[in-house]
């Protein structure tokens, strides 16, 4: 059971977070520019559990204990995001994050 | 001779959840409709939630898959059908400015595995706690003033998502005073033909 390399884990989160990195900036789709995000987050969490694993006694608790805050955050981030998401296709009728660029001018 | 093939099997399920979540996570980078990404975050959860109980932090997997799989990704979906009306899936996947944008992820992950080839070996601490829930609630709520203070944070946590839940509806109601009903329903029911 503790065979697992920590290298290994750590490795698998740094992959991990590079593909939410590249979901955000290189799909059009608002809905997977949020999934990306949550894929981000959810690399993190891994990599705070797999360091965490490294630290002596209850002090391993503590690292075990921030992603559940993270996902709570997460939570919080999607709930908004979403209804983001419904309020400005309700007047573009698109999902296409090239649609919504006002801002610009 | 047990003993070994315990650990034999540790790393061959880490082995294969990690296969998964890449799997899945570049089912979400290349897949067409935005359903099927969600489907395929799904399976990245589940796998991570895997790798949670082998590194030893079984409550956490289990909220990844009630928190993250169930609710947050339910919202996302239900969210996606909401507002799908066949149209979705003719938004282009990528454009021009992707190659810009893959420039950095890909920094990024040869940066992270050059400093994580030049670090040295470690191993998981064979002592250390297994994070059941006992554990994890006694961390969190130890209320002593030389705890780590977890529970003031699990507090911000809660009036943190009552604002999240306000903001979502402010947001997502058409109007502050929003019509009678039966208009609605007249809407409604003329969007359907």
């Known amino acids: 059971m503790h065979s697992i390399d920590p290298f290994h884990v750590q490795l ?13 900036l290189t799909r059009r789709n608002i809905f997977l520019v949020l999934m990306g995000v949550e894929l981000m987050l959810n690399a993190v969490n891994l990599s705070f559990v797999g360091f965490s694993q490294q630290l ?26 979403l209804a983001m998401v419904i309020c400005i296709t309700r007047g573009k009728d698109t999902v296409d994050s090239d649609a919504f660029a006002e801002m610009k001018e | 001779m047990f003993h070994s093939l315990d650990q034999l ?26 359903i099927n990404a969600a489907v395929y975050l799904i399976g990245v959860m589940l796998s991570l939630s895997g790798i949670y109980v082998l590194l030893g932090s079984p409550f956490l997997g289990v909220i990844q898959v009630l928190v993250y799989a169930g609710a947050i990704m ?44 030049f670090t040295e070996a470690s191993t998981i601490d064979p002592a250390k706690v297994r994070g059941e829930i006992g554990p994890i609630a006694y961390t969190m709520f130890d209320l002593t003033p030389a705890g780590p203070g977890y529970y003031l944070l699990f507090e911000l946590i809660g009036v943190l998502l009552l604002i999240a839940v306000v903001a979502a509806v402010m947001l ?8 009678p009903v039966h208009e609605a329903a007249g809407e409604d029911g003329h969007a359907q033909h």
């Not at chain 2, 996302?76 to 454009?95: E, G, S, Y």
């Not at chain 2, 109601?173 to 019509?179: A, C, E, G, I, V």
């Open chain 1, 12 to 24: 698998l989160a740094a992959v991990l977070f590079s593909l939410g990195i590249a979901v955000v």
């Open chain 1, 56 to 81: 002596p006694g209850a002090q391993s608790l503590w690292g075990q204990l921030t992603p559940l805050f993270t996902i709570a955050i997460a939570a919080a981030e999607a709930c908004v995001g």
């Open chain 2, 9 to 34: 099997l540790g790393s061959a399920y880490f082995a294969l959840f990690a296969l998964a979540t890449l799997l899945c996570a570049g089912g979400v980078l290349l897949s067409k409709h935005p």
């Open chain 2, 74 to 117: 339910m919202l996302v979906v239900f969210v996606i059908m909401v507002l799908n009306q066949a149209r979705d899936h003719r938004v282009p996947r990528f454009d021009g400015f992707s190659i810009v944008g893959a420039i950095l992820p890909l920094a990024i992950a040869v940066m992270a595995v050059r400093t994580l080839a």
């Open chain 2, 172 to 179: 997502a109601k058409r109007h502050l005073d929003s019509p």
